[in-house]
């Protein structure tokens, strides 16, 4: 039994699908906003609009129990909070980073649709990149 079949059995139907409409929805969208964080004009819209995308996340797969993808969600939100600070360009490490983030989010997007358990988070994802 894989992740959807879990769900689906601790969970409405119409609340499980809604989630998966709307994650489907936030993965296909995290890469253009990552890469638009590099462009000066773009960058406030950018990281405001992330920022809503792992707040969603977090919530709705906290709320669906999907642990895994609540604390990774977590951790994101709580680094793109400092960069909503950060009045510096983003380093190619912070973007390769967030790149690797959004792949993760793709790959369970991908464990979603196929009903497999959860790939299991690489520990580089783990380690924050330096913002200098």
């Known amino acids: 039994m894989g992740i959807r079949s879990d769900l689906d059995a601790n969970f409405d139907f119409e609340i499980v699908d809604e989630f998966l409409d709307h994650y489907s929805m936030m993965v296909e969208s995290m890469e253009i906003m990552i890469l638009d964080l590099q462009k000066p004009n773009m960058y406030r819209r ?77 520990f580089s994802l783990l380690k924050l990149p330096d913002l200098d």
């Not at 980073?97 to 988070?121: A, G, T, V």
Request: glycine content about 2%; aromatic content about 10%.
């Open 46 to 122: 950018s990281i405001d609009e992330l920022f809503r995308v792992f707040h969603n996340i977090k919530s709705a797969s906290g709320f669906l129990k999907i642990e895994p993808m609540a604390r990774l969600a977590a951790f994101v939100e709580d680094f793109l909070e400092t960069l909503r600070t950060n009045q510096n360009p983003l380093s190619q490490n912070v973007i390769d980073w967030l790149l690797q983030i959004s792949d993760m989010f793709s790959k369970w997007h991908d464990d979603l649709k196929m009903d497999n358990e959860l790939s299991r988070i690489k």
